[in-house]
């Protein structure tokens, strides 16, 4: 059974940084490229960042410089590391397996002083 575990999320003040964190199950994690979304109250889920199996990655506009995508094969874990968040990076945090239907639970990441 395919699972995906996010975590690392919780309440940051503008300017801070969080790392999260996906786990994987039963999937060959090394040959998937890996990505994070993020979905805001009453937006649509967006790209966040994405890492192919052999570690290229890209980013959307709005974070590049400011986040990275990282993975751990040997762990089966992918990871963003958030820095100088801003308000507007407010939203629940989902990886996915890219390419197909395997999507973390979420973790809810928030900005606010």
């Known amino acids: 059974q395919v699972q995906l575990v996010d975590s690392g999320g919780g309440l940051v003040q503008p300017g801070g940084s969080l790392r999260l964190s996906c786990a994987a199950s039963?999937?060959?994690?090394?040959?998937?490229?890996m990505g994070w979304y993020r979905q805001a109250p009453g937006k649509q889920r967006e790209l966040v960042a994405r890492i192919t199996s052999s570690g290229s990655t890209n980013y959307a506009d709005s974070v590049k410089g400011r986040f990275i995508i990282s993975r751990d094969n040997a762990k089966n874990t992918v990871y963003l590391q958030m820095n100088n968040l801003k308000p507007e990076d407010t939203a629940v945090y989902y990886c996915?397996?890219?390419?197909?239907?395997?999507w973390g639970q979420g973790t809810q990441v928030t900005v606010s002083s």
């Open positions: 996915k397996a890219e390419y197909t239907d395997y």
């Open positions: 039963g999937i060959i994690f090394s040959i998937y490229a």
